[in-house]
Every structure is written in C-alpha cells, then in structure tokens.
C-alpha cells in the first residue's frame, strides 16, 4: 500500500499535468465526459480559491443591504396594482427557510418596513433616488457577471433603466401569474380526479415537489441570460442553472441544520445573530449564484478551461498581429456592406479565446480605432474611414504609448545607439507602408515595390 504522501503527489501530478495532457477525444465517451467534468472542476475551483467570486459576492451583500427595502418597495407596489401582492410574503419566506423561526421574523419585519413605505408621498425626487437605488444593484450585478463572462463594457445608461426597470416590473407580475396559474390548475375537479388515480396521483405529487426546484432553476437561468452584457445562450444558462441552482437548494438544507445547532450565536451577540446569520447566508446565495455563471461561461466558452498555468503570455509580435487581425477582419465586413459582428463572433472567427480578442478590442477601443454599439450584444464598428486610416499611422497609434508608460520611458535612461536603431525602424516601416491604407489591406491591394 502506497504511503498517503505519495498518493497526494500523485494527485497534484494528474491535476497539474495528467488531466490537460489527455488526449479527450480519443476515449470512450463515459471517460470522456468523467475528463472534461474534471477540467471543468479544477478550472472553476481555481477561479474560486483566486479570491474574486468571494470579493464580489461581499460587495453584492453590502450592496443588497442597502438596497433590499428598495427593491421590494417598487415590486410590490407593482404586484399591489395587479392585485397579487399577498402572494409575495410566502415567496419570500421560502428564500429565508434555512435561517429557521428567526428568519421569519426578520422577513415580516423587513416587509414592515416596506408597507410603512408611501412610494406616493416620496415626491420625484425621492422617487428618482428610489428607483436608482434599484437600479444600482442590478448594476452592481451586472458588473459582477460581466467579470465572470470576461466582457469588458457595460450597459449604456440609458439601457440600464430601459433594461432593468423592465425587469423589476414585468418580472414579478409573471412569475406571479404563473404561480397562480400553476395553483388554480392544481384546484381544478380534473387534476383532484387525477390525484385519485394511480400512478397520475404519484406523478403529480412528486411535480408538485419539484416546481419550487423548477422555480429556482427557471430563475437562476433568467438572470444568467438576462444579466450579462454578452449573448447567452440557453443551453449554457441552463447548465449553469442546473449546478446553481442544485448548489442552492443543497446549501439551503446544510444552513437551516447549521442555523438551528448555532445556539451559541445568541448567547454572544443577542439580538444581532439572526442579522450575521442572514448575511452569511445572503453572502453563500450570491458565491452560488456566481459559481453558476461561471460554469456557464465555461461550457459555453470550451475553449477557456485551462489552468492558469497553461495561459501563454502574448509577445509584442502577436499581440500586434492580433490587433492587426482584428481591424483587418472589422474593416473587410465594412468593406463589404455587411453588418458588425460581435465580440464571440469575431473570436470565433479568429479562433482564439475571448478574453484575448477582448484585450486586443480594449487597446483598439483605448486608442481611438473602434467604437462599440449599443446593441445586445455590442456589435464592433470603425471609428473612422478605413481609406484615411493609413497602416503606418495605425501602427503608431498600436505603439503609441500610455500616459504611465511615457511617463516611465521619460525617467529611462536610454542610450543614443539604441535610440537610433528605433528610429531606423520606425522610418523604414513607414517607408516600406507609405500609401497603403486600411481599406486597401481589407482589399487586398498590394503596395508596388520601390523603383531602384
């Protein structure tokens, strides 16, 4: 038998290099998804143990905190105006479940505090602060998924209201509706027939324990594909919703048995228990949350899941072909009187992962070369003609430098040999691409060689 240090060497040895230097598609399909389930396990670890899940699920609890009366004060006086208002204090009960009898009160305290809430008698301004209260935890979640998702821009302003107050209304009132849709059905004399007849009775029982799990699941991939400023598919929601959403459900039962054993809080800080226990609780729905965006964006993104180890640095070389690559494949679309693509498809079309093309549009969008539009998903268009734009003047605009880095390049202590060289350079490249412009290269055109 193999002492236990060995076997840990030989598991950190499969994790770091076994794992990645599998050939997958040569095996068997059950070991080929046990490989890929693995992969994807590690990865996801990783990005949990890096530490920015865990931050950015404490700063959507503060942000929660802040924000929570808000938020219920305008979904309910929207649920009030549909007459379903009654139905939104069981809802909420549910979410507070593991904290047991004391989250109870602590939910019919907060939805105290909502009632007291005249919405009618705050005025606009007061109004305007309410809803932008609202509107800055959605923002806050935005950011967060949009991290996971590796996309760099928000959305607009304007968008941020449109978008998200759509959803805080329309949202409640559907879910809502279905609910009461869903109970009415269940009171009907056809389905209390049915309960009276085997198996239809067991099956129905058993669906009626499965929709508060379906809920979850349906909201979990709502917000997966609603939040992000990225095009989400459905599949990879689902999949993401399917790990959260199981997660939150799994947690909810570990944290009700934790929070009935934990006597001893109360015993240390009296009244204010239930308050840490509902933050520690609030903190573990938003790192469920997140973890399952961040599965999503994986299967969504096969191509993504690697080890930090195995993420090769771009040299000067690449990272300017890479930006070449991209106003070349941006210029020829327009060239081409054809519509703007997106950042996945242009990834796509480049093969190459796409938080990559993300950093090439970022120095691109930085100076001054592409613009992004507001749709869902941002498109990438040109700043400028191409035919203005020669390929001399967009190299120097690739090299150009920050104002941090010119402030470095000041304090260097150069030599005049090496800065000739440079200057040879940067002169016989501008010769070498004199006339040939941006258009020209999404052409095809060719610059003619020099007459001796």
Request: proline share 5%.
């Amino acid at each position: 038998m193999q002492p236990p240090a060995d076997l840990v060497q030989q598991a950190q040895q499969f994790l770091t290099k076994g794992l990645w230097r599998a050939d997958v598609s040569t095996m068997p399909l059950p070991r080929r998804i046990c490989y890929r389930a693995a992969r994807l396990l590690v990865v996801v670890v990783q990005d949990l143990t890096s530490g920015q899940l865990t931050l950015r699920a404490m700063s959507l609890v503060y942000t929660t905190l802040l924000s929570l009366v808000p938020l219920l004060a305008v979904s309910f006086s929207v649920l009030k105006a549909f007459g379903v208002h009654n139905q939104i204090e069981p809802l909420l009960l549910n979410l507070v479940e593991p904290l047991g009898p004391q989250g109870e009160v602590l939910m019919n305290n907060i939805l105290g505090f909502v009632e007291n809430m005249k919405v009618g008698v705050l005025g606009a301004l007061g109004l305007a602060m309410l809803l932008y209260t609202v509107v800055s935890l959605i923002q806050k979640v935005e950011d967060a998924f949009n991290h996971v998702w590796h996309t760099k821009s928000s959305r607009s302003l304007s968008r941020r209201f449109s978008d998200y107050l759509s959803v805080i209304m329309v949202g409640p009132v559907l879910v809502f509706s279905a609910m009461g849709i869903t109970a009415s059905l269940m009171s009907t004399d056809l389905v209390q027939t049915l309960i009276s007849i085997e198996p239809f009775g067991t099956l129905l029982l058993i669906v009626t324990r499965l929709v508060p799990f379906m809920l979850v699941l349906l909201a979990f991939s709502f917000l997966y594909m609603l939040i992000p400023n990225t095009k989400v598919k459905f599949s990879s929601a689902l999949v993401g919703a399917l790990v959260g959403g199981g997660l939150w459900q799994l947690s909810g039962l570990v944290f009700a048995e934790f929070a009935s054993s934990s006597t001893r809080y109360d015993a240390v800080y009296s009244g204010f228990a239930i308050v840490i226990l509902a933050m520690i609780w609030l903190y573990l729905s938003w790192l469920i949350l997140l973890f399952g965006a961040q599965v999503a964006y994986y299967y969504q993104h096969p191509e993504q899941i690697r080890p930090d180890n195995l993420r090769v640095p771009l040299n000067g070389r690449l990272q300017e072909q890479l930006a070449l690559l991209v106003m070349f494949r941006v210029t020829e679309r327009f060239v081409a009187g054809e519509p703007p693509q997106s950042l996945d498809a242009l990834a796509q079309q480049l093969q190459m992962p796409g938080d990559r093309v993300s950093e090439a549009l970022a120095l691109l969008s930085d100076r001054g070369l592409l613009l992004e539009t507001n749709d869902d998903p941002p498109c990438i268009i040109l700043a400028s003609d191409p035919a203005s734009l020669s390929l001399a003047e967009l190299l120097v605009k690739l090299r150009d430098s920050t104002d941090g880095q010119a402030l470095l390049a000041s304090q260097l202590r150069s030599s005049p040999v090496v800065d000739k060289v440079l200057a040879e350079m940067d002169s016989a490249l501008t010769r070498q691409l004199e006339g040939i412009t941006l258009r020209d290269l999404a052409l095809g055109h060719e610059k003619q060689a020099p007459m001796p």
